[in-house]
């Protein structure tokens, strides 16, 4: 037993090793996210959109770093180099950059910091932005779902569809369709994935990690939302507008 021993929760990256310090004995910001804290010595931090600029307090941005201890970038990888570290808009100093560390937060009004997930998981979905792992975990309640795996198509894409990958539990049958009406008494319809495809295992990486890249194309064919032709005069006029419109 440690009577004296003081908890606190760091943030950092191999990137850059420690960035921010929070005592575990401090309330956050009141949520159900994680709070980071503040900065340590020599070290500046940005909280930025994608345009780089400086957003609000409490508006979510991606996590900049700016730090004495910064890495010189990946080894043999020039062009992630030059991804993730970038020169920095905000600092006189000859040289100076920031490291993009993936990592969405937002500034609480103390001017602490607040982890709210990974870039990764955010996609633009017809204007709303979604995080896909509210979507995974919604489908994986499904009972016929083992696993779940939730992404945009196409892969990178600044606006994509939304794909789920589906594998399903041992001697159970999926259905994209069952599962798409599942979903859509559980989410919003701007979150209800458009494409399904069924995988006996998800890729995976030589440690065990999810390996999202090696994520197949989706189906386009059978895992799209089957015809409903108008079904009263205000349905048919509207279609016939669409149609002179969309040609």
Known sequence: KLPGAQLWNNYGCTEINDVTYHPASQEGGGTVFVPIGRPIANTRVYVLDEQ?????????????VDS???????????????ERFISNPYSREPGARLYRTGD????????????????????????????????????????AI???????????????QLTAYLVPRPGMAVEPKQVREYLSELLPT????????VLE????????????????????????????????????KLAALFGEVLG
């Open 68 to 82: 004495v201890g910064l890495a010189r970038g990946y080894w043999g990888q020039p062009a992630l180099t030059a």
């Open 104 to 143: 969405m937060v937002r500034v609480l009004a103390d001017g602490s910091l607040e982890y709210l997930g990974r870039r990764d998981y955010e996609l633009k979905v017809r204007g709303h932005r979604v995080d896909v792992r509210q979507v995974e975990k919604a489908a994986s309640a499904h009972p």
């Open 146 to 160: 083992r696993q779940v795996v939730v992404a945009g198509w196409p892969l990178g894409a600044s606006n994509a």
């Open 190 to 197: 701007y979150m209800v994935p458009t494409l399904y495809t």
């Open 201 to 236: 295992a998800l890729p995976r990486l030589p440690n065990g990690k999810l390996d999202r890249l090696s994520l197949p194309a989706p189906d386009l064919t059978s895992s799209r939302e089957e015809h409903v032709a108008p079904r009263s005069a205000v349905e048919q």
């Open 52 to 64: 780089l600029r400086q957003v609000p307090v409490g508006v979510m941005g991606e996590l900049h």
